[in-house]
């Protein structure tokens, strides 16, 4: 009896895990509740509290798992030894917007929970060793001390994000004055791949 329940059993958690993504990437951690997730699953909320004792320990499995593989991806882009600093942007910049169409409710997100909990969504992105110690972080300070100037690396590095996130959080806005539909976004962010490398050079040569 026991295993024959188990299939039923693996897809109902596996309901709750998709609806509390879902939910957490609309309404962010704060404001979801246990009832929100159970709602949009589609079971009741002593269902989902036998599954998931709390919405934390929820949030944590579906959404920082999450976070960290996408800063694992980041993380093996920006600590890779042998590329030089131009491939690495060129990688970044290709990686964040194929992310970013794929999971255009991402970057809200990460706002919203940055905000609300910077210190444990930085750990769990493993920020501050992406950031400053990264090999990319190295070469970054190497090429910048070439031209003898001031510049915080920190500088660039924000820039290059921004280039490469903004879009899609203005994305209705864009696509509203523009009348461009999903089709003609998705075909402008595949050619900022080509662009937002060229655009970085340009600021490294004039920082």
Avoid at 36 to 57: C, Q, T
Avoid at 65 to 73: I, P
Avoid at 141 to 151: I, Y
Wanted: net charge positive.
């Amino acid at each position: 009896m026991k295993n024959a329940a188990a299939p039923m059993d693996t897809s109902t958690e596996e309901r709750i895990k998709v609806a509390a993504r879902k939910v957490f990437l609309r309404k962010g951690y704060a404001a979801t509740r246990v009832r929100d997730i159970a709602e949009e699953a589609g079971i009741n909320l002593a269902l989902l509290n036998y599954y998931f004792r709390s919405k934390e320990k929820l949030f944590d499995l579906v959404m920082l798992e999450k976070l960290q593989q996408f800063a694992g991806s980041l993380h093996q882009i920006m600590l890779h030894e042998t590329t030089t600093l131009q491939e690495k942007v060129e990688q970044i910049s290709a990686f964040y917007i194929d992310l970013l169409l794929a999971q255009p409710e991402l970057p809200l997100f990460i706002f919203s929970e940055l905000k609300a909990n910077p210190q444990k969504l930085s750990e769990t992105m493993g920020a501050k060793k992406v950031l400053l110690q990264s090999r990319f972080a190295v070469q970054l300070r190497e090429e910048l001390g070439t031209h003898q100037n001031q510049t915080h690396p920190l500088q660039l590095l924000m820039s290059l994000l921004g280039m490469a996130v903004f879009p899609f959080i203005a994305r209705p806005v864009f696509q509203l004055v523009s009348e461009q539909d999903n089709a003609h976004f998705a075909a402008l962010m595949q050619e900022r791949k080509r662009l937002l490398p060229l655009w970085f050079d340009a600021l490294l040569k004039t920082s």
